[in-house]
């Protein structure tokens, strides 16, 4: 699909099918206007790609070495050689689970998202794409089949197995399962979750000797929502939190 016809359907998909999103939340444990803005910053930038895109004289290429991913100081970079492969929007949660005892830490138990296809986006729109996780997270999860307003092809599931290893399903990309490489604090002006939790870690994994079709890294950026509270006070057993964030794979 054409850039400028997807950008275009997201937009319409605003004007034409809101009885169809999953509910748009305010955060009612901060400022409202978080949530707010990061849906507004995201149309805006759609708004504005849509009128450029009405002048192009073709349609823009999906040339996926132009693509930039985000990156944060004391981030490590894909490994020398690493060609991009894929990137996707995930949304879904943060998985915790307390012992009982109010002043000790949630312990994290995995995640569970849908992914999203903006390979192409990324390459020519990023910072279109870069806007995406705090737009999504503030609309409530629906039947996993869409990603708030946006409406862009599922690539894949991301989710931990039995053995608490983090898992990338990509259908015919590959399968990805890794471990942790290196972190970084998310950015102090990443978006919130609904509840006021903030960004998730920016992350690093690599691939494990199971991994499929040449995929060797995942890169978790951009994220937003998805921390746990300081403590387990009022908590009991497993608990989640909403999030969304990019992942940009390479081989």
């Given at each position: 699909?054409?850039?400028?016809?997807?950008?275009?359907?997201?937009?319409?998909?605003?004007?034409?099918?809101?009885?169809?999103?999953?509910?748009?939340?305010?955060?009612?444990?901060?400022?409202?206007?978080?949530?707010?803005?990061?849906?507004?910053?995201?149309?805006?930038?759609?708004?504005?790609?849509?009128?450029?895109?009405?002048?192009?004289?073709?349609?823009?290429?999906?040339?996926?070495?132009?693509?930039?991913?985000?990156?944060?100081?004391?981030?490590?970079?894909?490994?020398?050689?690493?060609?991009?492969?894929?990137?996707?929007?995930?949304?879904?949660?943060?998985?915790?689970?307390?012992?009982?005892?109010?002043?000790?830490?949630?312990?994290?138990?995995?995640?569970?998202?849908?992914?999203?296809?903006?390979?192409?986006?990324?390459?020519?729109?990023?910072?279109?794409?870069?806007?995406?996780?705090?737009?999504?997270?503030?609309?409530?999860?629906?039947?996993?089949?869409?990603?708030?307003?946006?409406?862009?092809?599922?690539?894949?599931?991301?989710?931990?197995?039995?053995?608490?290893?983090?898992?990338?399903?990509?259908?015919?990309?590959?399968?990805?399962?890794?471990?942790?490489?290196?972190?970084?604090?998310?950015?102090?002006?990443a978006t919130v979750g609904q509840k006021g939790?903030?960004?998730?870690?920016?992350?690093?994994?690599?691939?494990?000797?199971?991994?499929?079709?040449?995929?060797?890294?995942?890169?978790?950026?951009?994220?937003?929502?998805?921390?746990?509270?300081?403590?387990?006070?009022?908590?009991?057993?497993?608990?989640?939190?909403?999030?969304?964030?990019?992942?940009?794979?390479?081989?």
């Amino acid at each position: 699909m054409r850039l400028s016809t997807l950008l275009v359907s997201s937009l319409a998909t605003a004007a034409s099918a809101a009885p169809t999103w999953p509910d748009f939340q305010i955060n009612q444990l901060g400022d409202p206007r978080d949530a707010l803005n990061a849906v507004s910053q995201y149309f805006n930038i759609v708004a504005a790609k849509v009128s450029a895109a009405k002048s192009m004289s073709g349609p823009p290429k999906c040339d996926l070495s132009k693509a930039v991913m985000p990156t944060l100081p004391g981030m490590p970079a894909p490994a020398v050689g690493a060609q991009l492969r894929h990137v996707a929007v995930g949304r879904g949660t943060q998985n915790y689970t307390c012992d009982g005892k109010a002043d000790s830490k949630p312990k994290a138990i995995g995640a569970v998202a849908t992914l999203f296809n903006v390979t192409c986006m990324a390459a020519t729109y990023p910072d279109v794409t870069g806007k995406i996780p705090g737009m999504a997270v503030h609309f409530n999860l629906d039947a996993a089949n869409h990603l708030g307003p946006a409406m862009l092809p599922i690539s894949g599931h991301h989710y931990f197995t039995a053995a608490g290893v983090p898992f990338f399903d990509l259908g015919s990309e590959g399968r990805l399962p890794c471990a942790k490489n290196a972190s970084a604090n998310a950015p102090s002006t990443a978006t919130v979750g609904q509840k006021g939790d903030a960004a998730v870690p920016w992350l690093r994994l690599l691939a494990t000797k199971d991994a499929t079709n040449g995929l060797a890294e995942v890169f978790r950026v951009s994220t937003a929502g998805g921390s746990p509270p300081e403590t387990c006070k009022d908590l009991t057993g497993p608990f989640e939190v909403e999030y969304s964030a990019e992942y940009w794979f390479w081989s």
